[in-house]
Nanobody
Framework: QLQLAESGGELVQPGGSLRLSCAASGFEYYAIGWLRQAPGKEREAVSCISSSGANTNYADSVKGRFTISRDSAKNTVYLQMNSLKPEDTAVYYC????????????????????WGQGTQVTVSS
């Protein structure tokens, strides 16, 4: 059974950077997404990447600050987070994507299947 494990979350000051990792064996055939959930807020899709790594998608709230990537040799998907803001504070999860679309050059991901346990990111001074 596929299992995902996130790591890299920690306390960071506003304006700082973090890199989250999502590791698993056998997920090279899956598109992977990052989501986050802050206390009292709805879960938010942050970013996703296709199985090949050629296609990515970002939420407007993180566009230009976060970068998703994957290293097939290491079976790991990364989320590089720069210029962090207090509103980025949340538990971050990675998950396999249930369905993808790519129309007119716009790549989108929908639905999540297998989840990791989450990693806490806190942005505070």
């Amino acid at each position: 059974q596929l299992q995902l494990a996130e790591s890299g979350g920690e306390l960071v000051q506003p304006g700082g950077s973090l890199r989250l990792s999502c590791a698993a064996s056998g997920f090279e055939y899956y598109a992977i997404g990052w989501l986050r959930q802050a206390p009292g807020k709805e879960r938010e899709a942050v970013s996703c990447i296709s199985s090949s790594g050629a296609n990515t998608n970002y939420a407007d709230s993180v566009k230009g600050r976060f970068t998703i990537s994957r290293d097939s040799a290491k079976n790991t998907v990364y989320l590089q987070m720069n210029s962090l803001k207090p509103e980025d504070t949340a538990v971050y999860y990675c998950a396999t994507i249930a369905s993808e679309s790519n129309y007119g050059g716009v790549y989108k991901c929908q639905g999540y299947e297998t989840w990791g346990q989450g990693t806490q990111v806190t942005v505070s001074s």
